[in-house]
């Protein structure tokens, strides 16, 4: 079993939409979670990060963290065409685990919102 | 600019043939790493480097080697020993060292090499 879990799509959705993903894990060392956003053909760039549960809004951007259930999520508001992209997940433990700061990524899920 | 420039964008690999992926930044970032990325596999990590004249394997080491004779420099060689070499490989970097979690912590990519086999 994979440490972080993500489902890979694709979802397509019309634009507006409220769009929802989501990544299991089994590590409940991980205690810094984040969203990186890749466009096609290039490297994944972060969008936000949250640290331990709870939410954390960026604009049309919401991340979720319930530690209890090993499960966050990413919300994006008002969808729009320039959100389609691949969505990576990425775990990290606290202080005190690993001193190199390595991250764990989900597989990814592959979004398009048209128009 | 600052950031990360990895070279070429595109590389084509022939039987038995070692090639050699470029990774240089100018972010003066302490860590460095390479990923390899396949499709439905996510990100999965090959090499890491701390600091200069130091390096550990990842979690898919093998068939791989890299240096890091220079700070600004991460070079990974894909060797013929590495029987599926297709993929897409990404270098990052992280700053590291002490200070607020997010300037330590995150890292950024560069824009990727993909390799292919003859």
């Known amino acids: 079993q994979k440490e972080v879990e993500q489902d890979p799509g694709p979802l397509s959705v019309p634009e507006g939409a409220i769009v929802s993903l989501n990544c299991t894990y089994s590590n409940s060392a991980f205690q810094y979670f984040m969203w990186y956003r890749q466009y096609s053909r290039k490297g994944p760039e972060l969008l936000m990060y949250?640290?331990?549960?709870g939410n954390k809004e960026d604009g049309r951007f919401t991340a979720q963290v319930d530690k209890s259930s090993k499960y966050i999520s990413l919300f994006i508001r008002d969808s729009q065409p320039s959100d389609s992209a691949t969505y990576l997940c990425?775990?990290?433990?606290?202080?005190?685990?690993?001193?190199?700061?390595?991250?764990?990524f989900g597989q990814g899920t592959i979004l398009t919102v048209h128009p | 600019d600052g950031g990360i420039t990895q070279s070429p964008k595109y590389l084509f690999r022939k039987e038995g043939q070692n090639v050699t992926l470029s990774c240089e930044q100018n972010l003066n970032h302490d860590a460095m790493y390479w990923y390899r990325q396949d499709p439905g596999q996510g990100l999965r990590l090959i090499y890491y480097s701390q600091i200069v004249n130091d390096f550990q394997k990842g979690d898919i080491a093998e068939g791989y080697s890299v240096s890091r004779e220079k700070k600004e420099s991460f070079p990974l060689t894909v060797t013929s020993a590495q029987k599926n070499p297709t993929a897409f490989y990404l270098c990052?970097?992280?700053?590291?060292?002490?200070?607020?979690?997010?300037?330590?912590?995150?890292?950024?990519f560069g824009a990727g090499t993909r390799l292919s086999v003859l």
């Open positions: 949250t640290y331990s549960s």
């Open positions: 990052a970097s992280r700053r590291s060292g002490t200070g607020p979690f997010l300037a330590k912590n995150i890292q950024y």
């Open positions: 990425a775990m990290m433990v606290g202080a005190g685990g690993t001193s190199y700061g390595k991250l764990t």
